[in-house]
């Protein structure tokens, strides 16, 4: 058994699958992007229902925007978590294409 709660919830970035992972006990929360004109647009969320409650969807955006943001992309929150995520964290309004 793991003994570092963060590292089995550690996000990572699949670039091949245009997506940001975390993978618990055998179930994958993702958020979905993809590139155009510049700019990262973000599509979809999700946490299976086994893994939902931990924080994990906010885990993964913030990861994802921080991404972006190291990259210089301009973002489009097409998605709506993504969206309501900036919305209440004003570091990330910048990002906003």
């Known amino acids: 058994m793991n003994s570092n709660p ?3 919830t550690a996000v990572f970035h699949n670039a091949a699958a ?3 992972e975390i993978t ?3 179930a994958m ?3 979905e992007y993809r590139d155009e004109g ?3 647009v973000f599509h979809h969320t999700f946490v299976p229902p086994a893994l939902r409650g931990r924080g994990l969807a906010e885990k993964l955006v913030r990861f ?3 991404d972006a943001r190291a990259r210089n992309l301009p ?3 097409a998605c709506s978590y993504v969206a309501t995520f900036i919305e209440r964290n004003p570091e990330f309004h910048p990002l906003v294409a």
Do not use: Q, T
């Open 6 to 8: 963060d590292a089995e």
């Open 18 to 20: 245009k997506r940001f």
């Open 24 to 26: 618990s006990g055998g």
């Open 29 to 31: 929360a993702v958020a």
């Open 38 to 40: 510049g700019r990262r």
């Open 64 to 66: 994802a925007l921080s």
């Open 75 to 77: 973002v489009v929150p």
